[in-house]
């Protein structure tokens, strides 16, 4: 069975910190992993990673895809309150018509 | 429309009664899905409609739920004697890409069954 699982659940930490999320899925035919960050509404969007694109960057947020660890990380540096949220980690199966599989999830608090 | 839009965005039902939560996606998204996110999990699939065919359902719980796209655009879930274990976020998602590209998602309809 296809699955995702994120590491932490949880995570507090204080403004100017970097953190590192995990995520490593287990999926029939890989096509593409996804990262969203989802405060108390819609899910939205952050990267997309592929066997073509394993390294995004943008601003303070970057991530990289480990397609031989079967893995992804995503990492926030100079951290600040706005970046609270949770983080979601999807992967899309080559075969599931574009669906995507969501890990539970990385809930990140960070302190003034 | 500008995003993907979803009615009710509260909905407090009693247990028994039938519900029906609206996504309207985005114009000219010819993929939507939906998905259930209970308390604390992740969301997951219900159901996926590419234009108005129902690709795949296997995602839904039970034969009291029920999806539709009729036009390929809006879309409607209906939940038929709701029970507990039905209250989450039903969150509407949509896509320009038959397959591939992110997935753009709407700010969820939060069902809770008393």
């Known amino acids: 069975e296809d699955k995702v699982v994120q590491s932490p659940l949880s995570l507090v930490v204080h403004e100017g910190d970097t953190v590192t999320l995990n995520c490593s899925y287990e999926?029939?035919?890989?096509?593409?992993l996804l990262w969203y960050k989802q405060e108390k509404k819609a899910p939205t969007f952050l990267f997309m990673l592929?066997?073509?694109?394993i390294e995004k960057k943008s601003g303070r947020l970057s991530s990289i895809l480990d397609k031989k660890e079967l893995s992804s990380i995503l990492n926030i540096t100079a951290t600040q309150t706005g970046d609270s949220a949770i983080y979601l980690c999807a992967v899309r199966d080559g075969g599931s018509q574009g669906n995507l599989i969501f890990g539970k999830g990385t809930k990140l608090s960070v302190k003034p | 429309g500008a995003g993907v839009s979803q009615s009710p965005r509260y909905k407090v039902a009693k247990r028994g009664q039938d519900v029906a939560l609206r996504c309207d996606p985005i114009?000219?998204?010819?993929?939507l899905f939906w998905y259930q996110q209970a308390l604390g999990q992740g969301p997951e699939f219900l159901t996926y409609f590419q234009n108005e065919a129902q690709l795949d359902k296997s995602g839904l719980p039970s034969d009291r739920f029920f999806a539709e796209r009729p036009e390929g655009s809006v879309s409607t879930l209906k939940i038929q004697r709701t029970q507990q274990e039905d209250s989450a976020v039903y969150l509407c998602?949509?896509?320009?890409?038959?397959?591939?590209?992110?997935?753009?998602f709407g700010e969820g309809s939060r069902l809770t069954v008393l």
């Open positions: 592929t066997s073509s694109g």
């Open positions: 998602a949509s896509s320009s890409a038959f397959v591939a590209g992110e997935l753009f």
């Open positions: 999926v029939t035919n890989f096509r593409s």
């Open positions: 114009s000219g998204h010819v993929s």
